[in-house]
């Protein structure tokens, strides 16, 4: 059992940027697959990155890429995600998410613990 509690969110200018954390508690944080959803008001939960349990291989959804960075200390038990030139459309909350076992999947459902989100909103 893992339970995962994200901070960092917070309301940002376009372009600006924020860094998100994701602190863990339990033993199963270093053996897994880590990620990163947000989803907005009326949307479904979307994929924004996610890194292996090794922190060596990472995969990030077209949108973000070249602008954020997911990162993870196995030692600390934090995930971490670095959002660069935020923009408007990126308002949403923002969830760390683990997936117990498999390969690295960029769908929701794949992962099964939750943190309660933290909202990030970007104003124009």
């Known amino acids: 059992q893992v339970q995962l509690v994200e901070s960092g969110g917070g309301l940002v200018q376009a372009g600006g940027s924020l860094r998100l954390s994701c602190s863990a508690s339990?033993?199963?944080?270093?053996?897994?697959?880590m990620g990163w959803f947000r989803q907005a008001p009326g949307k479904e939960r979307d994929f924004v990155a996610a890194i292996s349990w090794t922190g060596g291989y990472t995969k990030y959804a077209d949108s973000v890429k070249g602008r954020f960075t997911i990162s993870r200390d196995n030692s600390e038990k934090k995930m971490y995600l670095q959002m660069n030139s935020l923009k408007p459309e990126e308002k949403a909350v923002y969830y760390c998410?683990?997936?117990?076992?498999?390969?690295?999947?960029?769908?929701?459902?794949?992962?099964?613990?939750w943190g309660q989100g933290t909202q990030v909103t970007v104003s124009s």
């Open positions: 998410a683990r997936r117990s076992s498999g390969p690295m999947q960029m769908s929701y459902y794949n992962y099964d613990s």
């Open positions: 339990g033993s199963t944080f270093s053996r897994s697959t």
